[in-house]
């Protein structure tokens, strides 16, 4: 089956410092999200991107789907931003589910 | 707006009772899927329906999972005989189609 790679699996960062997460897979994908998951466990939607670029403040994502990789861009990052990262793809000659990722721990720290 | 919800949002019980929990969809979302998470681990896939038929089932779904869509909105999931390898978050998402997923607060179940 298909395997997403996330890196860094850690990530500490100061407070206003930038960040980039990568996201590999090893198959086509239809669907490519990105989520953030609080410390109580909630999966907050911050991209639905399978391809391109998209911003929504200081948060951006880019999607490569040739070559098989995407990009989480945290800019001036804040302590609210700690939490893991997950991408998550729908292959294309799958159903409909989910695969996601194996995350990327991220603290930030005032 | 109201987004996806999940009941109860914990739940402890002994090995081998029987549990159910419930999600209830963004309205008019015909998807709905369930995943289980485990500690320090992405979530994985359960099952899904689209409307009341359910579609797919995975192998993670033993036979002791059942999960149901009776009218196409809300969805069940039940868990018989409960181990303690059942202890996890499970997951509810919904979706409009084959589209952007959106998911619920997740039911913390831990099993004694």
């Known amino acids: 089956g298909i395997q997403v790679e996330q890196s860094p699996p850690d990530l500490i960062l100061q407070e206003g410092a930038n960040s980039t997460l990568r996201c590999n897979f090893s198959?086509?994908?239809?669907?490519l999200q990105w989520f953030h998951q609080n410390p109580w466990g909630q999966l907050i939607n911050l991209f639905y991107?399978?391809?391109g670029t998209k911003q929504n403040g200081r948060l951006s994502a880019t999607t490569v789907a040739t070559e098989r990789y995407s990009l989480l861009y945290i800019s001036s990052s804040q302590t609210t931003d700690s939490g893991v990262y997950f991408c998550?793809?729908?292959?294309?000659?799958?159903?409909?589910?989910?695969?996601f990722g194996t995350g990327t721990r991220l603290q930030v720290f005032p | 707006d109201t987004g996806v919800s999940q009941n109860p949002r914990h739940k402890i019980t002994k090995r081998g009772q029987n549990v159910t929990f419930r999600c209830d969809p963004i309205?008019?979302?015909?998807?709905l899927y369930w995943y289980r998470q485990t500690l320090g681990q992405g979530p994985e896939f359960l099952t899904y329906?689209?409307?009341?038929?359910?579609?797919?089932k995975s192998r993670l779904l033993s036979d002791r999972f059942s999960a149901e869509r009776p009218k196409g909105s809300f969805s069940t999931l039940e868990i018989q005989r409960t181990e303690q390898g059942d202890s996890a978050m499970y997951l509810c998402?919904?979706?409009?189609?084959?589209?952007?997923?959106?998911f619920g607060p997740g039911t913390r179940l831990t099993v004694t």
């Open positions: 329906f689209q409307n009341e038929a359910q579609l797919e």
């Open positions: 309205s008019e979302h015909n998807r």
């Open positions: 991107i399978p391809s």
């Open positions: 998550a793809v729908e292959v294309v000659w799958g159903t409909d589910k989910l695969i």
């Open positions: 998402a919904s979706s409009p189609g084959r589209d952007e997923q959106y």
């Open positions: 198959d086509s994908v239809n669907n």
